[in-house]
Nanobody, 123 residues
Framework: VQLQASGGGLVQAGASLRLSCTAS????????LGWWRQVPGQLREFVGA????????QYADYVQGRFTISRDNAANQVYLQMTSLKVDDTAVYYC?????????????????WGRGTLVTVSS
């Protein structure tokens, strides 16, 4: 599956932003998906994940309660709704996927990565 994230931009601290990730080339509903982010010069870090059927999500502690992942399998899209953004959320955000057999299992290690989208949060 090919993944492409979009929706990044420059926002002020406290604002909200929704990222989208569009998939093509494979049966989207067979893929568990997730979001990661990376600040230049630092390691990529896990943000959150969603099961292939969308019934479960998991988040990193530092975004829990502020970020929400959802997906629309009919539209081949996964979303990352970000609220109460902080300066520390500034990063390039990537969506990623892994084909799974069991649609209700959370996956945090992915083998398909899309191009990222830059989110910049100003103070």
């Amino acid at each position: 599956v090919q993944l492409q994230a979009s929706g990044g931009g420059l926002v002020q601290a406290g604002a909200s932003l929704r990222l989208s990730c569009t998939a093509s080339g494979a049966a989207f509903s067979n893929y568990a998906l997730g979001w990661w982010r990376q600040v230049p010069g630092q390691l990529r870090e896990f943000v959150g994940a969603i099961t292939a059927n969308g019934d479960k999500t998991q988040y990193a502690d530092y975004v829990q309660g502020r970020f929400t992942i959802s997906r629309d399998n009919a539209a081949n899209q996964v979303y990352l709704q970000m609220t109460s953004l902080k300066v520390d959320d500034t990063a390039v955000y990537y969506c990623a996927g892994r084909r799974v057999v069991m649609p209700h299992v959370i996956v945090t290690d992915f083998d398909n990565w899309g191009r990222g989208t830059l989110v910049t949060v100003s103070s």
